[in-house]
């Protein structure tokens, strides 16, 4: 059975353009204020939405995003609020839940595939889980249909991309760079070589994250990859802001310029 | 959690153990694991590190027994086993050495570390001088305060010190801080971890780098007391000087092994960092093993008086010796491991570490429970001086 997300892409593939991906934590800036703001990135175009669940230690994540899952735990963010926001969106867009695989294990496996189910999520982005450890993973995401999105870096020899490509559902998460998540000045041109590098191995959808913050990126990597993924940038708005109704305005903004770049034409 | 027992290829021990990282640094991980293999199996490196510990280190490191203090443990023979007399102090050269020796291997010319105390920072600092290799040290903000004099010995040995002040400020995000610059610079640098946690292969390959101390141990108590000891003991944080000092007594079986872990104010206060006696199975810092974590798999702030067992993970291999019942673990509070460190200094004339005071707090239970038959063999991991203003302060000892 097919989830929301793998429905997506099957449109946006028929439609000859990418799709626009916005990322938040949960409980950021606040747990209402985070629903409001994923609403806006919604209504101002983005196509599907991965929330993270804010973890203690975000190995993966640049300064922005540290900041924002912090201000969130310290509001005592945890799994109850992860899946009250996906339960709010999934009902506007796809959903999907990034989280470090701690709070899963913890949470119990079987448990969260339920909850997101309940809650109308597509799956899960899972950036520390490594294909070699992700058995019990794979086993529990295929009995609920769940998608379970890896994802791969410039460093990954082919001989990987293919094993992690067979394991995804979804799409496959295409880290643009060796490094952490942020806005940087200009898309890594390894982006477009390790999609390529990803083709070659699966006709699965792949989208880009790590780095992608303007409407110009965006619209670069929507030429060759299925979905763009930006976070960081959406967050610095936020953090920018002097108020929440003028952050939201921002995200609001940028989510419809940045949706102006997806078509390829 | 159904990982197989006998899987090493992926660093597994029992349940516990793996790889749980971003996927950028998989290729560095199977570099340095291939790059560890090889050593061992290589006598021109196992020569080229011997020579160093013999010439640099100063090894083989003796047993001093310790005949006042036993008095205080059930009249117990007490062998103290002397890292803290290898050069910079405490059993950590011994990783560094190794560790330093593959990154040339590896043609990186960089080395990253984490410190806490200050203790593998200094060591990694002094392998990188000694082998011109550049080193950066992340260092939580708080601990920079705290071990001003370690920052200073760092610089000193040519090292850039970059205070981390994200999260807790301490320890364990000065591992985040040092994987998010091995993430991005992964292609020139090594991350030069100090204790056996980690993702595969450093939990192993730390542990290998340790395991002299054991080795030299058991031959150097079979000579002078002729036979093995009733029981090894050793202060556990992330856990590499007692797996160095287990490791080669695993299969003697009639031989205990104890870690002693940092109780801080009593587990039941919550003031603590006894990860396996107050702590459940999780993953920390890209390895499965015991966390200390609350109900939805944030990591909790661990305490300690001692900077160096002051984490809230602990090495897998521990973990899996925990549950098969292989080692135990205890806790000893701030004040027992306090009490240790006064008794050995004024009954032996050796400082310790406050890290090692821990053990040597648990030979004083261990020695009473067995008696005055008994052998136990404790690792003296490291020596006290670092700790003076601690001390000091918790005595009363005005400066």
Redesign the interface.
Known sequence: MSTPLDDLFVKTRKENRAALIGFLPAGFPTQSGSISVLTAMVHGGCDAIEIGFP??????D??II?AAS?QS?KQGT??KEVFATVRAIAALAPTVVMT????????GVKKFLDSMKENGGSGAVT????I??S??WIEETKKLDSNRI????????DE?LKK?AEASTGFIYA?SL???TGTRASVSTGAQTLVDRIRRVTDKPVAVGLGVSTPEQAHEVARYADGVIVGSAFIRLLQESKSEEEGINKVKDLAIALAQGMKRS | MSAPVDSQILGHFGPYGGRFVPEALIAALDELTLAHETALNDPAFQKELADLHRTYTGRPSIITEAKRFAEHAGGARILLKREDLNHTGSHKINNVLGQALLTKRMGKKRIIAETGAGQHGVAAATAAALMGLECVVYMGEEDTKRQSLNVARMKLLGAEVVPVTQGSKTLKDAINEAMRDWVTNVETTHYLLGTVAGPHPFPTMVRDFHRIIGVEAREQCLDLVGRLPDAVLACVGGGSNAIGIFHPFIEDKNVRLIGLEAGGRGIESGLHAATITGGTPGVLHGTRSYVLQDENGQTLESHSISAGLDYPGVGPEHAYLHDIGRAEYRAITDDEAMYAFSLLSKTEGIIPAIETAHALAGAMQVGNELGSDAVLLINLSGRGDKDVQTAAAYFGIPL
């Open positions: 973890y203690s230690d975000p190995v993966m640049g300064p540290q912090d735990l945890g799994a470090y695989w701690n709070p899963i294990e913890r949470y950036p520390d889980l490594t070699e450890e058995s019990q890896f994802v791969v870096a410039p460093s990954t020899s990987r992690v880290a060796m490094g952490v």
